[in-house]
């Protein structure tokens, strides 16, 4: 099976404290370190996972600059056999719709039986996926915890519902499927191993390559801000011991003992 | 009355003889194939360096083999053991006469003439009979008694009791059968000079003899000389089948002993750091890719179970018995590399032999390593396995986040690299006490190598402040690396990501080497082993404790009296201070100095010091278990009379403060770092402000 | 402005609450609007659903069959795309459905695309301005949203108030008109939650702990103050992604849905997605070592302390008060 992983070059929120920067209008950059996405990792994964019981290759791309190579480094290094960067002056700005259309033109001019994005990515939109399937005219699930391969032309799949259960479902290849986090335990990749794919050449395709014609944005970011704040709790104030006390009476008053 | 010797006697037409021939012969050639295929593995295995330092070599050989300083540990099974082992010593020269004697009828070593034969004699004789009575009161023990150490897990097999009382018994066959033929010739009438030591197992059986026909004599001699000619060479050839293969391998296995503490075995012997990269594959993933040296362990062990007694992971029943690690070993390579048969192919070692959790389970404490009385080393192969597993990406989610952040931010924790000396610029710290930043060209003759735990952790903090108000008041002029410092690695390293490793050290070495101070100082005992032990081309590296004892004895302390009288004080060793480097004593001294100080020692203290479960990454890790150890050790604190305990690591102070809580002991035990405990009794003369 | 149209979630019959705040979401975004409902189903829950909604909305269009009981994207998307007039512009509540089908549905329609919208700001000429959370909830952003050729909009639950109720909407029945229902994704089936011992959605006083609990051996302090209140203990995602407690424990969008009296946040962040599981406003106590949680806002009472060492102390005083 031909798999491709679209990943994405975020600020990794478990080593970040995203906050705003001092003007207060976008997010403070200084300290960041970034990676991959956590859900495209997981989605990384399960493409290695598929592969290895039913044979095939795994090909990752991202969109960005020559910053996104270490991530398709890392991804290599855990498994994925080949890694292409997709980078133009044209691909800068852009939303997830025009995302979705540059990878969409790349996925036409090639051949793959399984296309897997993250659920989500750092902004929380969740879309380009979906949007991607839309494009590529091929049947889509989002938010899906558990792949089967059941022959060369369908996939059982499990979506990740509310109340923690699963909805299980028949589609067919080719088709688009965007992951979500839990579905795996990713494995790690050690200094080692990317130190061995150090070399390993990545093929960087601009617009004229994959076909793309510009589409304008649909949805354009003005700034970032913090939210006022409501009121909120009432804060208690004193020792632990007062505290404890204040708390008990609170707890009584309101039938929180039994 | 008289009788003949194996080498006369004939029987049904056949000289005896023949047999004393035919069975040593036979014997030893096949005992030599069977140690020939057991060498097989040993060829296949990886490189190992122990050719050298011969004499420190040697210096163990006489106290660790020779000696079995370590054999007492374990009282009652020590001096058994003891008995028989140099019994056995004592008892060689008279086995391989009586080979001898069996085609040549008056055999008799040459030196062993005149009085030194007679007091030959009587050692022999003597040795048997304590031989004996070891074995019979050993039998007793595993048989009877069944001390629980000796115990196995329903997971790890059958019961090895049955292996341990057949070979008693056959050592007690030997004894008995040994003593007999002495016994029979002598009642028949023994030759001048021959004669049994009084009340030896010889001497009984004279007794017992007594009055006997010649026939029955006779019966006797022979019967029991082939007894104990077929029982010794049966014996030898059984030996490389189990346990016991110890008697032929122990002097080798302490011979090849591992020479230092707190190290780690590089990934290949005989590999330069730039040829790493092009290996296949690193650590342990297959049985032959242990060293020599570790296969020689494997055949080694003696099930004696004193490792697993002593493993705190095993004690909060995690799922690592150190002795199973070594044993289920041994038997993957006798299955893999058979006597009767060829090589097999053998499977993976984690997911067949062992499982991941076992190999995660371990907080290197050395525990094992310091009471094996074979010298057996654990901390090496688990560091190779853990090699393997993070080769293969098989590590816990819990463990790759530490790791990911120590690798983007220099820390496990994750927190920015500009936090990291943060705690110096505290308003009132900085007031009374200044600390350099080593930055931008500003140097010291003392670096304080803070590490990641001191820098993040707000409780260590406040201990690195008070470390700082100490060295300030004894006028050192020393600073800390701050953002240039990363976590020196010391679990980095004994976790398996090597290479990560080699790139925090490149790291560190550079910003160290760019001050260039003359010292380094730590209150991190992970830190100093690794520093001294892992690094290279530092300046000396010193454990806060040792710079305390200096200023103690130049007199820089002046202590105020303990407040609390009536507290009674004990010292838990941190594994990485006792065990690892041998710092026992400097910490006593500190607190023996405190006026007023009353201090007692809990059961497991030096180098039998009960871990706390461990630092760095360590305390990231999710284990299964019972209990926790802090838990398990907090308990021994009280169970010694303590109402203080008192660590010298940050690790040790965390796990135990919590474990504190959970077990409800609030109200009976407090926890304090030795530096802050020392510090709060400093007379501190205030620092002169600016210039008057 | 275009017609502005509302998909009905719902389930068992039951209009869920987004049913109704999306109305008010509709108005926010233009108060002249007199929103459509589009309600798909079979036909007995459509019935049902287009009753409890129609006061509400200006239009209730309803469209049922077979093929729509279970809502599968891939086939409602079809269904949405022939029934929406060009330039339109829909609103969804956010959850696992709108993410599988409306990025989709807006390719298709080649109408823009916004989800897990919080907040609108205003139109100019034709565009919208909203607000959304980024980055896990750490900070907001404005962006604006082109409507010039429709827009599919996805609004987070909670985000509106319902409003009062008005005049009844007129049903439209477009069962006729539905044309293929074929998808190359078939719904096999629902494999629901395991209950666990406990249902915490049954729970009248829970004992909610999160990432600050720091080792699965501390729970046993959670478990011991639970004891002590006669409360059930829950607990936030982290909590069951480190495999500490089981599924059935899980408060939040992804877990349960709770609602007791009282419930007390120990060590508990407060990210949406677990305060989306709370409903019916119970007496919210926080305890966070953290100031700033996130928590603090949704809480009627707030401490800032370390709940490992904190616990114990409540416990103890708990116990001392009986």
């Given at each position: 099976?031909?798999?491709?992983?679209?990943?994405?070059?975020?600020?990794?929120?478990?080593?970040?404290?995203?906050?705003?920067?001092?003007?207060?209008?976008?997010?403070?950059?200084?300290?960041?370190?970034?990676?991959?996405?956590?859900?495209?990792?997981?989605?990384?994964?399960?493409?290695?996972?598929?592969?290895?019981?039913?044979?095939?290759?795994?090909?990752?791309?991202?969109?960005?600059?020559?910053?996104?190579?270490?991530?398709?480094?890392?991804?290599?290094?855990?498994?994925?056999?080949?890694?292409?960067?997709?980078?133009?002056?044209?691909?800068?700005?852009?939303?997830?719709?025009?995302?979705?259309?540059?990878?969409?033109?790349?996925?036409?001019?090639?051949?793959?039986?399984?296309?897997?994005?993250?659920?989500?990515?750092?902004?929380?939109?969740?879309?380009?996926?979906?949007?991607?399937?839309?494009?590529?005219?091929?049947?889509?699930?989002?938010?899906?915890?558990?792949?089967?391969?059941?022959?060369?032309?369908?996939?059982?799949?499990?979506?990740?519902?509310?109340?923690?259960?699963?909805?299980?479902?028949?589609?067919?290849?080719?088709?688009?499927?965007?992951?979500?986090?839990?579905?795996?335990?990713?494995?790690?990749?050690?200094?080692?191993?990317?130190?061995?794919?150090?070399?390993?050449?990545?093929?960087?395709?601009?617009?004229?390559?994959?076909?793309?014609?510009?589409?304008?944005?649909?949805?354009?970011?003005?700034?970032?801000?913090?939210?006022?704040?409501?009121?909120?709790?009432?804060?208690?104030?004193?020792?632990?011991?007062?505290?404890?006390?204040?708390?008990?009476?609170?707890?009584?008053?309101?039938?929180?003992?039994? | 009355?008289?009788?003949?010797?194996?080498?006369?006697?004939?029987?049904?037409?056949?000289?005896?003889?023949?047999?004393?021939?035919?069975?040593?012969?036979?014997?030893?050639?096949?005992?030599?194939?069977?140690?020939?295929?057991?060498?097989?593995?040993?060829?296949?295995?990886?490189?190992?360096?122990?050719?050298?330092?011969?004499?420190?070599?040697?210096?163990?050989?006489?106290?660790?083999?020779?000696?079995?300083?370590?054999?007492?540990?374990?009282?009652?099974?020590?001096?058994?053991?003891?008995?028989?082992?140099?019994?056995?010593?004592?008892?060689?020269?008279?086995?391989?006469?009586?080979?001898?004697?069996?085609?040549?009828?008056?055999?008799?070593?040459?030196?062993?003439?005149?009085?030194?034969?007679?007091?030959?004699?009587?050692?022999?004789?003597?040795?048997?009979?304590?031989?004996?009575?070891?074995?019979?009161?050993?039998?007793?023990?595993?048989?009877?008694?069944?001390?629980?150490?000796?115990?196995?897990?329903?997971?790890?097999?059958?019961?090895?009791?049955?292996?341990?009382?057949?070979?008693?018994?056959?050592?007690?066959?030997?004894?008995?059968?040994?003593?007999?033929?002495?016994?029979?010739?002598?009642?028949?009438?023994?030759?001048?000079?021959?004669?049994?030591?009084?009340?030896?197992?010889?001497?009984?059986?004279?007794?017992?003899?007594?009055?006997?026909?010649?026939?029955?004599?006779?019966?006797?001699?022979?019967?029991?000389?082939?007894?104990?000619?077929?029982?010794?060479?049966?014996?030898?050839?059984?030996?490389?089948?189990?346990?016991?293969?110890?008697?032929?391998?122990?002097?080798?296995?302490?011979?090849?002993?591992?020479?230092?503490?707190?190290?780690?075995?590089?990934?290949?012997?005989?590999?330069?750091?730039?040829?790493?990269?092009?290996?296949?594959?690193?650590?342990?993933?297959?049985?032959?890719?242990?060293?020599?040296?570790?296969?020689?362990?494997?055949?080694?062990?003696?099930?004696?179970?004193?490792?697993?007694?002593?493993?705190?992971?095993?004690?909060?029943?995690?799922?690592?018995?150190?002795?199973?690690?070594?044993?289920?070993?041994?038997?993957?390579?006798?299955?893999?590399?058979?006597?009767?048969?060829?090589?097999?192919?053998?499977?993976?070692?984690?997911?067949?032999?062992?499982?991941?959790?076992?190999?995660?389970?371990?907080?290197?404490?050395?525990?094992?390593?310091?009471?094996?009385?074979?010298?057996?080393?654990?901390?090496?192969?688990?560091?190779?396995?853990?090699?393997?597993?993070?080769?293969?990406?098989?590590?816990?989610?819990?463990?790759?986040?530490?790791?990911?952040?120590l690798?983007?931010r220099g820390n496990?924790?994750?927190k920015t690299a500009k936090q990291r000396g943060k705690w110096i610029e505290?308003?009132?710290?900085?007031?009374?006490?200044p600390v350099k930043l080593l930055q931008g060209g500003e140097t010291a003759d003392t670096l304080f190598f803070v590490d990641s735990v001191g820098s993040y952790?707000?409780?260590i903090i406040?201990?690195n402040r008070?470390a700082a108000?100490?060295l300030?008041?004894?006028?050192k002029d020393f600073g800390i690396l701050g953002e240039q410092e990363k976590d020196a690695g010391n679990?980095?390293?004994?976790?398996?990501?090597?290479?990560?490793?080699?790139e925090i050290k490149e790291h560190n070495t550079e910003a160290i080497l760019e001050v260039a101070p003359q010292e380094i100082v730590t209150t991190d005992?992970?830190t100093f082993?690794t520093l001294?032990?892992?690094y290279?081309g530092l300046p000396?590296v010193r454990?806060?404790?040792?710079?305390?004892?200096?200023?103690?004895?130049?007199?820089?302390?002046?202590?105020?009296?303990?407040?609390?009288?009536?507290?009674?004080?004990?010292?838990?060793?941190?594994?990485?201070?006792?065990?690892?480097?041998?710092?026992?004593?400097?910490?006593?001294?500190?607190?023996?100095?405190?006026?007023?100080?009353?201090?007692?020692?809990?059961?497991?203290?030096?180098?039998?010091?009960?871990?706390?479960?461990?630092?760095?990454?360590?305390?990231?890790?999710?284990?299964?278990?019972?209990?926790?150890?802090?838990?398990?050790?907090?308990?021994?604190?009280?169970?010694?009379?303590?109402?203080?305990?008192?660590?010298?690591?940050?690790?040790?102070?965390?796990?135990?403060?919590?474990?504190?809580?959970?077990?409800?002991?609030?109200?009976?035990?407090?926890?304090?770092?030795?530096?802050?405990?020392?510090?709060?009794?400093?007379?501190?003369?205030?620092?002169?402000?600016?210039?008057? | 402005?275009?017609?502005?149209?509302?998909?009905?979630?719902?389930?068992?019959?039951?209009?869920?609450?987004?049913?109704?705040?999306?109305?008010?979401?509709?108005?926010?975004?233009?108060?002249?609007?007199?929103?459509?409902?589009?309600?798909?189903?079979?036909?007995?829950?459509?019935?049902?659903?287009?009753?409890?909604?129609?006061?509400?909305?200006?239009?209730?269009?309803?469209?049922?069959?077979?093929?729509?009981?279970?809502?599968?994207?891939?086939?409602?998307?079809?269904?949405?795309?022939?029934?929406?007039?060009?330039?339109?512009?829909?609103?969804?509540?956010?959850?696992?459905?709108?993410?599988?089908?409306?990025?989709?549905?807006?390719?298709?329609?080649?109408?823009?695309?916004?989800?897990?919208?919080?907040?609108?700001?205003?139109?100019?000429?034709?565009?919208?301005?909203?607000?959304?959370?980024?980055?896990?909830?750490?900070?907001?952003?404005?962006?604006?949203?082109?409507?010039?050729?429709?827009?599919?909009?996805?609004?987070?639950?909670?985000?509106?108030?319902?409003?009062?109720?008005?005049?009844?909407?007129?049903?439209?029945?477009?069962?006729?008109?539905?044309?293929?229902?074929?998808?190359?994704?078939?719904?096999?089936?629902?494999?629901?939650?395991?209950?666990?011992?406990?249902?915490?959605?049954?729970?009248?006083?829970?004992?909610?702990?999160?990432?600050?609990?720091?080792?699965?051996?501390?729970?046993?302090?959670?478990?011991?103050?639970?004891?002590?209140?006669?409360?059930?203990?829950?607990?936030?995602?982290?909590?069951?992604?480190?495999?500490?407690?089981?599924?059935?424990?899980?408060?939040?969008?992804?877990?349960?849905?709770?609602?007791?009296?009282?419930?007390?946040?120990?060590?508990?962040?407060?990210?949406?997605?677990?305060?989306?599981?709370?409903?019916?406003?119970?007496?919210?106590?926080?305890?966070?070592?953290?100031?700033?949680?996130?928590?603090?806002?949704?809480?009627?009472?707030?401490?800032?302390?370390?709940?490992?060492?904190?616990?114990?102390?409540?416990?103890?005083?708990?116990?001392?008060?009986?």
């Open positions: 099976m031909n798999i491709l992983v679209c990943v994405k070059r975020v600020p990794d929120s478990s080593e970040n404290e995203i906050r705003l920067n001092r003007e207060g209008n976008d997010i403070d950059t200084d300290d960041l370190v970034y990676a991959v996405n956590e859900w495209d990792n997981y989605a990384v994964e399960e493409a290695i996972q598929l592969v290895d019981k039913v044979g095939g290759s795994v090909t990752v791309v991202s969109i960005g600059t020559e910053e996104n190579e270490e991530i398709l480094r890392r991804e290599m290094a855990m498994g994925a056999e080949t890694g292409v960067l997709l980078s133009d002056p044209l691909f800068e700005e852009a939303d997830g719709r025009k995302l979705a259309a540059i990878l969409s033109a790349y996925i036409s001019k090639n051949n793959f039986d399984l296309v897997l994005c993250g659920a989500q990515a750092d902004e929380g939109g969740a879309q380009v996926g979906g949007m991607l399937a839309a494009m590529q005219d091929k049947p889509y699930a989002a938010l899906v915890n558990m792949i089967e391969v059941l022959d060369d032309n369908k996939l059982k799949i499990g979506r990740e519902i509310e109340g923690g259960s699963q909805e299980i479902s028949e589609i067919e290849l080719p088709c688009v499927l965007s992951i979500q986090t839990g579905i795996n335990e990713p494995r790690y990749v050690s200094i080692r191993g990317i130190r061995k794919v150090a070399s390993v050449e990545i093929p960087t395709l601009g617009a004229a390559d994959i076909g793309f014609t510009d589409v304008p944005l649909r949805l354009n970011k003005l700034e970032y801000f913090q939210p006022e704040l409501g009121e909120g709790a009432e804060m208690l104030e004193g020792s632990e011991e007062e505290l404890a006390d204040k708390l008990v009476e609170l707890l009584q008053a309101k039938g929180g003992i039994k | 009355m008289d009788i003949v010797g194996p080498a006369q006697f004939v029987v049904l037409g056949i000289k005896t003889q023949i047999f004393s021939i035919l069975i040593p012969v036979v014997a030893l050639v096949l005992f030599a194939y069977i140690i020939s295929k057991r060498l097989i593995p040993l060829r296949r295995a990886a490189q190992d360096e122990r050719f050298n330092r011969f004499g420190e070599r040697l210096a163990q050989i006489w106290s660790l083999w020779l000696l079995q300083v370590k054999q007492p540990r374990y009282m009652l099974a020590g001096v058994l053991h003891m008995a028989i082992f140099f019994g056995f010593l004592v008892l060689m020269l008279r086995s391989i006469a009586l080979v001898f004697i069996g085609f040549q009828g008056d055999f008799q070593w040459p030196f062993l003439d005149g009085s030194l034969g007679v007091g030959y004699t009587i050692a022999k004789d003597y040795a048997a009979t304590v031989v004996f009575v070891a074995c019979v009161v050993a039998g007793i023990r595993r048989g009877i008694v069944k001390p629980p150490r000796y115990a196995v897990p329903e997971q790890y097999g059958k019961d090895h009791t049955g292996e341990a009382v057949f070979v008693l018994a056959l050592i007690s066959v030997l004894m008995i059968s040994e003593s007999l033929f002495d016994a029979s010739k002598l009642v028949a009438g023994g030759e001048v000079g021959h004669f049994a030591a009084p009340l030896s197992l010889a001497w009984f059986f004279t007794g017992m003899l007594r009055g006997s026909s010649t026939e029955l004599l006779q019966g006797t001699h022979i019967v029991s000389y082939y007894v104990h000619d077929l029982t010794f060479f049966y014996f030898l050839c059984f030996l490389p089948f189990g346990k016991h293969f110890h008697v032929l391998t122990s002097f080798f296995n302490v011979l090849f002993l591992r020479l230092d503490r707190g190290t780690v075995k590089p990934v290949r012997y005989g590999l330069a750091k730039e040829e790493l990269d092009d290996l296949e594959s690193f650590g342990v993933k297959k049985l032959e890719d242990f060293t020599w040296k570790h296969m020689l362990d494997f055949y080694s062990c003696a099930d004696c179970g004193r490792c697993s007694d002593q493993c705190p992971a095993n004690a909060v029943k995690r799922p690592l018995s150190p002795r199973f690690i070594t044993i289920k070993a041994r038997d993957l390579l006798f299955k893999t590399f058979p006597v009767w048969g060829q090589p097999q192919e053998a499977p993976a070692l984690i997911g067949g032999i062992y499982t991941e959790d076992e190999i995660w389970s371990c907080t290197t404490c050395g525990a094992c390593e310091e009471e094996c009385p074979l010298a057996i080393e654990y901390i090496d192969k688990i560091v190779d396995l853990r090699r393997g597993l993070i080769d293969e990406g098989m590590v816990p989610q819990s463990l790759q986040k530490p790791l990911n952040a690798e983007k496990p924790y994750g505290e308003e009132e710290f900085a007031q009374t006490v952790d707000d409780r406040e201990i008070k108000q100490l300030h008041h004894m006028d679990e980095i390293r004994r976790f398996g990501e090597e290479m990560l490793f080699q005992p992970h082993n001294r032990k892992d290279e000396p454990h806060i404790s040792q710079v305390l004892v200096e200023g103690l004895a130049q007199g820089k302390f002046s202590l105020r009296p303990l407040e609390e009288k009536d507290l009674v004080y004990t010292y838990h060793d941190p594994c990485y201070l006792g065990r690892h480097n041998l710092l026992y004593d400097e910490p006593r001294q500190l607190l023996d100095a405190l006026p007023g100080m009353k201090r007692v020692e809990m059961e497991k203290h030096r180098d039998r010091s009960f871990c706390c479960s461990g630092g760095g990454l360590a305390l990231f890790y999710e284990p299964e278990e019972e209990t926790r150890m802090g838990v398990v050790r907090v308990q021994m604190a009280r169970e010694a009379g303590a109402d203080v305990l008192v660590t010298a690591c940050p690790f040790c102070l965390i796990n135990m403060e919590d474990a504190v809580k959970i077990a409800g002991l609030e109200n009976e035990l407090k926890v304090i770092d030795l530096t802050e405990l020392f510090a709060e009794q400093v007379e501190f003369v205030p620092t002169v402000a600016a210039a008057v | 402005m275009a017609a502005i149209f509302v998909y009905i979630t719902h389930k068992n019959g039951e209009a869920d609450d987004t049913a109704f705040e999306l109305a008010s979401a509709a108005k926010a975004i233009d108060a002249a609007a007199a929103p459509s409902a589009i309600v798909l189903g079979s036909s007995a829950d459509v019935e049902q659903v287009a009753s409890q909604v129609a006061p509400y909305y200006s239009e209730v269009i309803t469209a049922s069959h077979d093929a729509l009981q279970y809502p599968n994207a891939e086939v409602q998307r079809k269904v949405l795309a022939s029934l929406l007039p060009a330039k339109a512009l829909l609103l969804l509540n956010h959850d696992s459905f709108s993410m599988d089908l409306a990025p989709g549905l807006s390719i298709v329609l080649d109408a823009a695309f916004a989800s897990d919208v919080v907040a609108f700001e205003g139109i100019q000429d034709d565009t919208l301005q909203l607000a959304r959370q980024e980055h896990g909830g750490a900070v907001s952003s404005r962006s604006t949203c082109s409507l010039e050729n429709g827009a599919i909009i996805s609004v987070r639950a909670g985000s509106f108030k319902a409003p009062e109720a008005g005049a009844q909407g007129a049903v439209v029945d477009k069962s006729a008109d539905l044309g293929d229902l074929s998808s190359k994704r078939q719904f096999v089936e629902v494999i629901a939650a395991e209950v666990g011992d406990v249902d915490i959605t049954k729970s009248e006083i829970l004992v909610a702990v999160g990432r600050g609990i720091e080792e699965e051996d501390n729970l046993d302090l959670v478990h011991e103050l639970a004891t002590a209140m006669g409360a059930d203990v829950a607990c936030s995602r982290p909590v069951v992604d480190a495999k500490w407690l089981e599924k059935s424990r899980q408060v939040g969008t992804s877990g349960q849905t709770v609602s007791p009296k009282v419930y007390l946040a120990l060590g508990i962040s407060g990210s949406f997605q677990h305060i989306g599981g709370i409903k019916g406003s119970p007496f919210i106590v926080a305890v966070n070592k953290n100031k700033n949680a996130p928590i603090f806002q949704a809480a009627d009472v707030g401490i800032v302390a370390d709940i490992l060492d904190f616990i114990p102390v409540l416990t103890e005083k708990i116990n001392a008060s009986k």
